[in-house]
């Protein structure tokens, strides 16, 4: 009955020792990843309507 006993108070020393505190707080800045949503197109600024203007209208 004490060997049963002393299994029982281990493993209960084991369980308050894992579990008696909360893990630290993390703060909400370091839970939010910010990436861009497509990949940048460097085409995307290529077309220029001044330039257009003038090549075309002068």
């Given at each position: 009955?004490s060997?049963?006993?002393?299994?029982?108070?281990?493993?209960?020393?084991?369980?308050?020792t894992?579990?008696?505190?909360?893990?630290?707080?993390?703060?909400?800045?370091?839970?939010?990843?910010e990436?861009?949503?497509?990949?940048?197109?460097?085409?995307?600024?290529?077309?220029?309507?001044?330039?257009?203007?003038?090549?075309?209208?002068?």
């Amino acid at each position: 009955m004490s060997d049963k006993r002393e299994v029982q108070d281990a493993a209960e020393t084991a369980r308050r020792t894992r579990f008696s505190k909360l893990p630290e707080r993390i703060r909400l800045e370091d839970t939010v990843e910010e990436r861009a949503a497509i990949a940048p197109d460097p085409a995307k600024d290529m077309y220029n309507p001044d330039e257009w203007l003038v090549r075309y209208c002068l």
